[in-house]
C-alpha cells in the first residue's frame, strides 16, 4: 500500500494514480459503467478509505478523464489541422471524427456526461467542467474554421454538436456488451448498425458538413 500523501506533490501523484488506474479498468473491463470505485482504489495501491482525499465520488473522478479528454480532443484536433488551409466541408468532418475515434476513453465518457457524471457532483465541480470544456469547444471551432476554405463558426459549431451526439451513440452501439454481441451473431440484421465506429461516424459528419454548406447556399 503507498503511504498516506504528506505533501501537494505527493497529493497530485496519489491522483493521477487513481486517474491511471480508472483508464486502465475502463480499457480492460469494457468502458466506464463497469468501473467501480473501490476497483479504482485496489488498482491505484491506496486503502478504500483513502479515495475521499483525492475524489468525492466515482463520478467525479470520471468527470475529472472527461475534462482531460475535451483539451486532448481539441489539441489533438489543432494539431491534425496545423498549416491546413481551404479544406472541403467533407474534410473538416473526416478530421473531427479522426481525432475524437483517436480517444476512445473520451468517446465512452460523452455517453454518460450528461447522463450522470454532472448532475452527481457538486455545483462548484460541475461549473469548473463546465468551464473548461467550453473553452476547449472554442478552440475546435475555431481551428475549424481557421483550416476550412467556407465552414462558418455556426457551421463548425453544428459538426461538433453532431460529433458529440453521433459518438455518444455510435460508440456504445460499436462496442455492445458480450450479451448482445451475441446475439448479434445470431441476429445480423439486428447487428447492422454495430459497424465499425470510425466508418460510420465520418461518413454522417461529412452528411452534416456538406448539408449545412448546401442549405446556407454555399
Same mark, same amino acid.
Given at each position: ?11 497530485l ?40 482525499r ?7 473522478l ?7 479528454g ?10 491534425h ?17 479522426? =481525432? @475524437? &475515434? ?9 455517453? $454518460? %456526461?450528461? !447522463?450522470?457524471? +454532472? ?36 457551421q ?22 458480450? =450479451? @448482445? &454481441? ?9 447487428? $447492422? %448498425?454495430? !459497424?465499425?465506429? +470510425? ?20
Amino acid at each position: 500500500m503507498h503511504s498516506r500523501a504528506r505533501s501537494p506533490e505527493a497529493k497530485l501523484r496519489r491522483t493521477e494514480d487513481l486517474l491511471d488506474a480508472a483508464r486502465a479498468l475502463a480499457a480492460v473491463r469494457g468502458g466506464v459503467r463497469h468501473v467501480t470505485l473501490a476497483a479504482v482504489t485496489e488498482a491505484a495501491g491506496l486503502h478504500p478509505s483513502a479515495v475521499r482525499r483525492y475524489f468525492d465520488s466515482k463520478e467525479e473522478l470520471l468527470l475529472e478523464l472527461a475534462e482531460r479528454g475535451w483539451h486532448q480532443w481539441r489539441d489533438s484536433l489543432t494539431a491534425h489541422l496545423a498549416g491546413a488551409q481551404g479544406l472541403a466541408p467533407a474534410e473538416s468532418a473526416a478530421a473531427v471524427a479522426t =481525432t @475524437l &475515434a483517436a480517444q476512445p476513453l473520451f468517446c465512452d465518457l460523452l455517453t $454518460h %456526461v450528461p !447522463l450522470s457524471l +454532472e448532475g452527481e457532483v457538486g455545483i462548484e465541480r460541475a461549473r469548473r467542467y463546465k468551464t473548461s470544456s467550453f473553452t476547449a469547444y472554442d478552440g475546435i471551432v475555431e481551428a475549424l474554421t481557421v483550416s476550412s476554405g467556407t465552414l462558418t463558426t455556426a457551421q463548425a459549431q453544428d459538426l461538433v454538436a453532431a460529433a458529440l451526439g453521433l459518438t455518444a451513440h455510435l460508440w456504445q452501439v460499436s462496442h455492445p456488451t458480450p =450479451t @448482445l &454481441a451475441e446475439l448479434y451473431a445470431q441476429n445480423p440484421r439486428w447487428g $447492422h %448498425v454495430a !459497424l465499425d465506429f +470510425e466508418p460510420r461516424l465520418t461518413r454522417l459528419l461529412q452528411a452534416v458538413a456538406v448539408g449545412a454548406a448546401v442549405m446556407d447556399g454555399e
